[in-house]
C-alpha cells in the first residue's frame, strides 16, 4: 500500500514537471512548487508511517516498464523508508522555500521542470530492487541535478562547475555498472534478490567495496573524489543546492549502504578500515577547506564533505564491528551514521536556506562585502545562529547527539582483534575531535562575518528580511534541530528498524529510560539527556537574568564602542573573514595547501596602498587532477592532428586499418 | 531524595566558592612576588559592583550581544554542577557524560566568540579568531584526554572514572600520567593563564580572552566574570575528580563522611590554586604562535595516551 502510494507520487512528479514548459504565465513558479510541496508531503508521511506503523519487513512490487525481460523492480524496506524519510523532508522544505525564493528567479524555465524531475529521480534511486532501476534513476537524478547546476550558466564559473560534476557523475556512474556487473557475475541476475542469493568470492566482493566506494563517494563527496562538490552545489540556485548537499549527498550514502551492507555479502575487517581512513580524511580536509573559504555557500558545500566523512566514520565502524561479529556495537555504530545522515540533511539545508535569503537579500555571496545582517534580517539571523550551533556539535542540538553516539562508538573499538583497526580508530577519533573543534571555529566565522559586526557594503546595508514562504521553511527545521537534540531518543527508535536492515540488530529501545535519557549500551557506560540539559540551560539563563534585572540593575545607555579609545568609523577596519582564519591557515595552512604569504609594503614616502596576497594549492586537485588533466590533453592533441590530414593521408589510413584487420584475421584462423 | 539535596548543594556550592578561587589564586601570586594584593573576597565584591552598575551598550551592539552573557554563564554553571566535586550520585549526572561537558563548554566558547564579533571592532575580532584558534587544538587534546580515562574505566560518565579510578586495579599507568600534563595543558590554555594568556592583562596585542570582552560592561561582564571563574573551577573539579578523587562522597554515605568530603574538596581546590599560582609565576608569558606548538604538545599526549590504551590494556 505504502509503495504504491509512493510511486504515485514519483508519477506526480514527472507529471508535473512538463507542466512549466507548457505554462507560460508567471503562475508556473508558485504552481510547479506547490505541487511539489504537496506530493513530497504525502510523500514524506507515507514514509514516516511505514518507517513507524507498518509490520517489519519489505514490499516488493515488479512494474512491467523497462527492459522487457527484466520490469522494475522496487522495493520499500526500514533501511529505504528511513532514507525517504529525509529525502522527502528535504524535498518538502525546498519546495516550500522556493515558493518565496522562485519569485526572484529571472529564468525561471531553466529551472521549474527540472525541480520535480530531480526529486522523483532521487525518491526512485531509493525505492529501486534490480541493478537497471537503480542506475537508470541514479543517472535521471545525475542529469536533472547537473541541468539544475547549469540554470545559471552565464555566471562566471558555473559552466566549469556543471562540466566537472558531468565528467565525475559519468564516472562514478559506470563504476557503480561495473560494480553491479561483478555482483550479478556471468548468470546475469540483475535483481536485487538474485544478487543477494548470489554469493560472491572474497575477491570479487571486495573489487565490489572499491568500486561502490568510488561510485558512492564521487556522488557524496569523499575525498579526494570531492572537487566537484563545492563548485556545483552552490552554483545552482539556494533551494537546489539544499536539496544536492543535504539530501542527494544521502542517497549516494544509501547507495553504499544498500550495495556494500546489504548486496555484497559478509565484509571483510578491512573493509572497515579502508572506510574509516576515507571518512577521517574527507572530514579534516573538508572542514579545513571550508576555513580558507570566503564564498558562504561554498564554505556550506566544503562542510558537507566534512559530515559526509563523519558519516564514512560511523559506516566503517559499522563495518568493522560487523566483521568481527560485535552486533551491538555495529548496530551503535550504524545508528550514529544514519541519524547523522537524518541530522546533516537537516541542518545543512537550513543553512543553504539561511545563505539564499541572504543572497536573495544583498546579492551577495562573499563574507568579505556581508556584515550586520543581524539588524536587518533578525529572524534569519536566528535561523542561521540555530544551524550553525547545530552543525558545530553543540549541545543541545541535534548534531551533538549523532557525535557522540560516534564517539561511543569509537571508544567501544579497543575490543577490535586487528592491529590496523586498533592503530587507525584512535587516529580517527582524533580527526573527528579535530574536525568538530575546527567545524566551530568555522560557523563562528560564518555567522560572524556574515550577520555580525558592522555592514561591509552598501548591499549589507540596505539588506531586508526575507518573505515568509522562505521563513516557514527554516522554522520548520530550526524546531527540528532542537528537537532531534533534545529528544533523540525517539529518533533512535524510529530508525532501529532501518538500522536493523542494515547490520541484523539495532538498539535497545531507548523511549522507556525515562526523562528522555540515552543509554546506548548500559547506564554505567555512558548515558546522555539532552532534554534535562536544555531544561536546565535554559532555566539558569532565564533566572540569572531576571534576578540580576529585578534586584541589582536593568538599565541600558547606548554609546559609541569603546575598541581600548580608539574606534574607527570606518567598516574596513573591522576583522574580515581572511584575518579571522589567518591563525588557523598559519597553524594549518602550510602543511595542507602549502600556503604562501606574499607582502608587499610601499617604501616610505610611496602612498600607494599596502598589498598580501595569499596563496593556497588544492594539493589533491595538484596530485590526482592536473595529471589526468595533462595526459587526457597530451592526448588529445595527439588524435588531433588526424583530424587535420589531406585525403591521401585519410586513404592511406583506410588501407593500412584494413590491412591490419586483414592480417589479425588471417593469424587469428 | 539525598541525591536531590546534594544535587541542589552542589549547584549552589559552586556559584558560591568560585569567586573565592579566583581571589585566592590572585592572592598567592600577589604574594609570590611579594605584594600585598587584594583580599581574597575582591572578586566578590567586583562582582556586586558590577551587576549594580548600568550597562554601557555600543550602538550597534545586537540581541547576541546581550543575551550571550546569561547563556555563557548558565552553561558553564552547569557544566561545572555536573562535574561530582565532593560527591558522586548526583541526581543529574546522567544527563551528560565527560564528553558532554567537554561540549557544554563548547558552546559557551561559540556564544562568547560571537559577542566578540558582533560590534566589529578589531580587538573583537583578533580574541575571538585566536581563542577559537587555540580551542580549535584544545577541544581535540581533551577529547583524547577524555578517551584516555574512558578507554581505563569502561566508561565515560565521571562518577564512574572516579570510582574506577579509587579501586585497586588502578596502579600507575604511563597512560594516564600523559593524560594528566595534558589535561593540565588544556586547562591552562582554556582558562587564559600564563603562559598561553594573562588574565591580567591589557597589552592590546597579546591578550584574547580579554579582547573578546572589552566591549562588555556592568552586569554583563559581572556574569562573564562568573563564567571565567566558574571555569576555572570546573578544570580544577575535573583534574580533582578524575585524578584525585580520593575521599569523594558516595550516595548513601553519612553526614560526616560528606562534611570530610567536603573538607577535602576545599583542600583539593587549595592545593590545584596554589599549583597554578606558582606555575603562572614561574614562567613567562609564549607568543600566540608558540601556542600551537604547546597545544600540539598536548593533542599528541592525548592521541598517545589513547594508542597506547589501544594496544594494551595495562599501559
Known amino acids: ?669 | 531524595m539525598v541525591d536531590a539535596l546534594v544535587q541542589l548543594g552542589q549547584l549552589l556550592l559552586v556559584l558560591l566558592i568560585a569567586p573565592l578561587l579566583t581571589g585566592y589564586v590572585r592572592k598567592i601570586k600577589a604574594h609570590l612576588v611579594r605584594r600585598r594584593g587584594p583580599r581574597v573576597i575582591q572578586p566578590y565584591r567586583d562582582l556586586l559592583k558590577l551587576l549594580r552598575k548600568e550597562v554601557v551598550l555600543a550602538e550597534n551592539a545586537s540581541w547576541v550581544f546581550r543575551v550571550a552573557p546569561y547563556i555563557i554563564f548558565a552553561t558553564t554553571w552547569i557544566a561545572v554542577a555536573l562535574v561530582p566535586t565532593f560527591a558522586t550520585g548526583l541526581v543529574l549526572s546522567g544527563a551528560a557524560d565527560f564528553i558532554a561537558i567537554v561540549a557544554l563548554l563548547g558552546s559557551a566558547r561559540f556564544m562568547l566568540a560571537l559577542a566578540g564579533l558582533d560590534v566589529g571592532t578589531s580587538f573583537g575580532g583578533i580574541g575571538s579568531s585566536r581563542e577559537m584558534m587555540i580551542a580549535s587544538l584544545a577541544e581535540p587534546a581533551l577529547l583524547m584526554v577524555v578517551f584516555t580515562v574512558s578507554l581505563l574505566a569502561g566508561s565515560t560518565q565521571l562518577s564512574s572514572v572516579a570510582s574506577f579510578i579509587q579501586g585497586p586495579e588502578v596502579g600507575l599507568r604511563v597512560s594516564l600520567a600523559m593524560a594528566l600534563v595534558g589535561l593540565v595543558m588544556v586547562a591552562i590554555a582554556e582558562n587564559a593563564r600564563i603562559p598561553v594568556d594573562n588574565p591580567a592583562t591589557h597589552l592590546e596585542l597579546t591578550m584574547v580572552h580579554e579582547a573578546m570582552i572589552l566591549e562588555y560592561s556592568g552586569r554583563h561582564l559581572a556574569v562573564i566574570e562568573a563564567a571565567a571563574s566558574l571555569k576555572l573551577l570546573l578544570y580544577l573539579s575535573v583534574i580533582a575528580c578524575v585524578f584525585a578523587p580520593w575521599g569523594i562522597a558516595v550516595a548513601g554515605d553519612s553526614l560526616e563522611n560528606y562534611a570530610i568530603s567536603l573538607l577535602l574538596y576545599g583542600l583539593k581546590l587549595a592545593a590545584g590554586g596554589f599549583l597554578l599560582a606558582v606555575f603562572e609565576t614561574a614562567i613567562a608569558k609564549m607568543r600566540v604562535f608558540r601556542v600551537p606548538d604547546f597545544l600540539g604538545a598536548a593533542l599528541m599526549l592525548g592521541l598517545l595516551a589513547t594508542l597506547l590504551l589501544f594496544v594494551s590494556r595495562n599501559a
Not at chain 1, 155 to 163: D, I, K
Not at chain 1, 435 to 455: D, E, H
Open chain 1, 1 to 669: 500500500m505504502a509503495l504504491e502510494v509512493l510511486l504515485w507520487c514519483v508519477a506526480a512528479h514527472l507529471a508535473s514537471a512538463p507542466v512549466a514548459l507548457v505554462e507560460r504565465s508567471k503562475k508556473a513558479t508558485p504552481f510547479t512548487y506547490a505541487a511539489a510541496l504537496g506530493i513530497s508531503a504525502i510523500a514524506l508521511g507515507t514514509a514516516i508511517w511505514s518507517l513507524l506503523a507498518a509490520p517489519v519487513g519489505a514490499q516488493t512490487l515488479h512494474l512491467p516498464i523497462g527492459l522487457p525481460w527484466l520490469g522494475a523492480c522496487v522495493r520499500l524496506d526500514p533501511l529505504a523508508a528511513a532514507f525517504l524519510v529525509v529525502v522527502n523532508l528535504g524535498s518538502a522544505a525546498a519546495s516550500l522555500y522556493g515558493l518565496g525564493y522562485g519569485r526572484h528567479e529571472k529564468e525561471p524555465r531553466r529551472v521549474l521542470p527540472f525541480f520535480p524531475a530531480f526529486l522523483a529521480g532521487m525518491n526512485l534511486v531509493v525505492l529501486a530492487d534490480d541493478a537497471f532501476t537503480f542506475l537508470l534513476s541514479w543517472e535521471f537524478m545525475s542529469l536533472s541535478s547537473w541541468a539544475l547546476v547549469m540554470a545559471h550558466h552565464r555566471e562566471s564559473g558555473n559552466a566549469r562547475a556543471g562540466y566537472i560534476y558531468l565528467l565525475m557523475a559519468s564516472v562514478g556512474t559506470v563504476s557503480l555498472l561495473l560494480g553491479f556487473g561483478l555482483l550479478a557475475g556471468p548468470g546475469g541476475g540483475y535483481a536485487f534478490d538474485a544478487i543477494r542469493a548470489n554469493s560472491v568470492s572474497a575477491s570479487v566482493s571486495a573489487a565490489v567495496l572499491a568500486l561502490g566506494l568510488f561510485g558512492a563517494g564521487s556522488k557524496s563527496g569523499l575525498v579526494p573524489l570531492h572537487v566537484w562538490l563545492p563548485l556545483a552545489h552552490p552554483a545552482a540556485p539556494s533551494h537546489i543546492s539544499a536539496l544536492m548537499s543535504g539530501v542527494m549527498t544521502k542517497v549516494a550514502v544509501y547507495g553504499f549502504i544498500r550495495i556494500v551492507f546489504d548486496l555484497s555479502g559478509p565484509p571483510a575487517w578491512w573493509w572497515g578500515a579502508v572506510v574509516l581512513l576515507f571518512g577521517g580524511v574527507t572530514a579534516a580536509l573538508g572542514v579545513l577547506q571550508a576555513l580558507m573559504e570566503h564564498d558562504l555557500k561554498r564554505l556550506l558545500a566544503y562542510h558537507t564533505v566534512e559530515n559526509i566523512g563523519i558519516i564514512f566514520i560511523g559506516l566503517g565502524l559499522a563495518l568493522a564491528f560487523r566483521a568481527n561479529s560485535m552486533p551491538a556495537a555495529a548496530a551503535l555504530a550504524m545508528t550514529a551514521a544514519i541519524f547523522h545522515v537524518f541530522n546533516h540533511s537537516v541542518f545543512k539545508s537550513l543553512l543553504f536556506f539561511g545563505s539564499g535569503a541572504v543572497l536573495t537579500a544583498t546579492g551577495e555571496r562573499d563574507m568579505e562585502r556581508l556584515g550586520g545582517l543581524v539588524h536587518t534580517m533578525p529572524l534569519t539571523a536566528f535561523a542561521f545562529l540555530i544551524g550553525s550551533a547545530a552543525i558545530s556539535a553543540l549541545p543541545p542540538f541535534n548534531g551533538f547527539v549523532s557525535e557522540w553516539l560516534t564517539f561511543q562508538a569509537i571508544l567501544l573499538s579497543p575490543q577490535l582483534p586487528q592491529w590496523i583497526l586498533k592503530f587507525l580508530t584512535p587516529a580517527v577519533g582524533a580527526l573527528l575531535a579535530l574536525s568538530a573543534a575546527l567545524a566551530a571555529t568555522c560557523f563562528v566565522k560564518a555567522f560572524g562575518m556574515s550577520f555580525l559586526g558592522r555592514p561591509r557594503s552598501r548591499a549589507a546595508l540596505d539588506a531586508h528580511e526575507t518573505d515568509a514562504f522562505s521563513l516557514t521553511a527554516m522554522a520548520v527545521f530550526v524546531i527540528l534541530c532542537l528537537a532531534a537534540g533534545i529528544l533523540p531518543g525517539y529518533v533512535i527508535d524510529a530508525l532501529g528498524p532501518a538500522v536493523q536492515a542494515a547490520v541484523g540488530t539495532q538498539l535497545p529501545p531507548q523511549t522507556g529510560m525515562g526523562w528522555f535519557t540515552i543509554v546506548p549500551i548500559a547506564e554505567v557506560r555512558s548515558s546522555y539527556n539532552g532534554f534535562v540539559l536544555f531544561i536546565l540551560v535554559a532555566l539558569a539563563s532565564v533566572l540569572a537574568a531576571y534576578i540580576i534585572h529585578r534586584w541589582a540593575s536593568h538599565a541600558v545607555r547606548r554609546s559609541a564602542p569603546w575598541d581600548c579609545g580608539y574606534p574607527d568609523p570606518s567598516p574596513a577596519t573591522q576583522y574580515t573573514a581572511g584575518s579571522f582564519a589567518q591563525p588557523i591557515r598559519r597553524v594549518f595552512g602550510s602543511v595542507v595547501f602549502r600556503a604562501r604569504e606574499e607582502i608587499h609594503i610601499p617604501a616610505p614616502g610611496d602612498t600607494g596602498p599596502a598589498r598580501m596576497r595569499v596563496d593556497l594549492r588544492d594539493l589533491v586537485w595538484d596530485a590526482l587532477y592536473a595529471p589526468i588533466d595533462r595526459i587526457v590533453s597530451v592526448t588529445a592533441d595527439g588524435l588531433n592532428r588526424f583530424q587535420f590530414m589531406t585525403i591521401r593521408g585519410y586513404l592511406t589510413l583506410v588501407a593500412a586499418a584494413l590491412v591490419t584487420l586483414l592480417v589479425i584475421l588471417a593469424i587469428w584462423h
